[in-house]
């Protein structure tokens, strides 16, 4: 089946620097991938859809120019969180439908963020 | 290694009616349940939350319960209306890390 990778798994980093958090699709092209976050005991909450070739579409909420997504090709959407505080820790996942519309999404196995 | 399936594959009603969607899953050791929804193309919405202590959480016309010692969760849509036709997924999280497994998706079309 499809998979889809996410690098690092787990990062720690100190306030006010920016991590880079990728999601790649391994073995089929991806147009669009989707990000979300989730903080403990809370659900999983879309932040952005990644879009090959234009600028990501942001949800209500989420600050455009702290979580800078860039989908480079059509196999990698990266993820950076500028200027990182504590309260940006969390668990980042991204997802990529098999197929433009589709339904069938692959989740990649997320990263969990630590700022310290 | 945890499944999560899900009954039925798809489901088609007229509008008005109630109905249940089903999740099983094979592994009791969970942290949280959640509930979604998905439109063609578009990412995950989350509709309900239920944690492993919890039996039931409830949102507008959306009612989930969680038997975690069955292994079992519905989701119930009162007076179903034609917009909430979609695609709805489970996903378990297990009690070890934040590894989520989703179940295969329920396809629902309301008609008006």
């Known amino acids: 089946g499809a998979v889809v990778s996410q690098h690092p798994s787990r990062v720690i980093c100190k306030s006010g620097t920016s991590v880079k958090i990728e999601c790649r699709s391994l073995?089929?092209?991806?147009?669009?991938m989707f990000w979300y976050r989730q903080f403990p005991k809370k659900s999983l909450m879309l932040m952005a859809t990644s879009n090959e070739g234009s600028k990501a579409t942001y949800e209500q909420g989420v600050e455009k120019d702290k979580f800078l997504i860039n989908h480079a090709s059509l196999t990698l959407s990266t993820l950076t969180v500028t200027s990182a505080h504590p309260e940006d820790s969390s668990f980042y996942i991204c997802s990529a439908p098999l197929r433009e519309g589709s339904y069938e999404q692959y989740f990649g196995p997320g990263t969990r963020l630590t700022v310290t | 290694k945890q499944e999560v399936t899900q009954i039925p594959a798809a489901l088609s009603v007229p509008e008005g009616e109630n109905l249940v969607l089903n999740c099983s899953f094979t592994?009791?050791?969970?942290?949280?349940l959640q509930w979604f929804r998905q439109d063609p193309g578009k990412g995950l919405t989350s509709l309900l939350l239920i944690q492993s202590s919890q039996r039931e959480q409830t949102s507008g016309r959306l009612n989930a319960s969680l038997d975690k010692s069955s292994g079992r969760s519905t989701l119930y849509i009162a007076a179903s209306q034609p917009g909430d036709s979609a695609t709805y997924l489970c996903a378990v999280e297990d009690n070890y890390g934040q590894n989520f497994v989703f179940g295969p998706g329920t396809r629902l079309s309301v008609l008006p």
């Open positions: 592994d009791s050791a969970i942290y949280n």
């Open positions: 073995d089929f092209q991806a147009t669009t």
